[in-house]
């Protein structure tokens, strides 16, 4: 069993960086592919960023390409998502999800297998 665990949210205005984390326990979130979606109000969940248990390959959605990076933290056995010239379109719940099944990276939430309580991310104009 992997349980994510997500900090790092908070409230900032439009320009400003925050820099989320996910942890878990165990040895097996080692073995995991790891990813970052978020909800907003009213919106499905969208993928938002993941790096392969493959090969730390990074993969990331086009509206947060060249502002976001996704980062393994091999020591501290985290995944942080550092979010750089945040928008108000940003504000959203941002998830952690892990898992161990799929071959590949899934940018489909429905397909991922251990998920976070979320943590909120709000961005003011």
């Known amino acids: 069993q992997v349980q994510p665990v997500e900090s790092g949210g908070g409230l900032v205005q439009a320009g400003d960086s925050l820099r989320l984390s996910c942890t878990a326990s165990?040895?097996?979130?080692?073995?995991?592919?790891v990813a970052w979606f978020r909800q907003a109000p009213g919106k499905e969940r969208e993928f938002v960023a993941a790096?392969?248990?493959?090969?730390?390959?990074?993969y990331y959605a086009d509206s947060v390409k060249g502002r976001f990076t996704i980062s393994k933290d091999k020591f501290n056995n985290a995944v942080d998502l550092q979010m750089n010239s945040l928008e108000p379109e940003d504000t959203a719940v941002y998830y952690c999800?892990?898992?161990?099944?799929?071959?590949?990276?899934?940018?489909?939430?429905?397909?991922?297998?251990?998920w976070g309580q979320g943590t909120q991310v709000s961005v003011s104009s």
């Open positions: 999800a892990a898992d161990l099944r799929n071959l590949y990276i899934d940018y489909d939430w429905h397909n991922w297998e251990y």
């Open positions: 165990g040895r097996r979130f080692r073995d995991c592919h």
């Open positions: 790096v392969s248990r493959n090969n730390d390959d990074a």
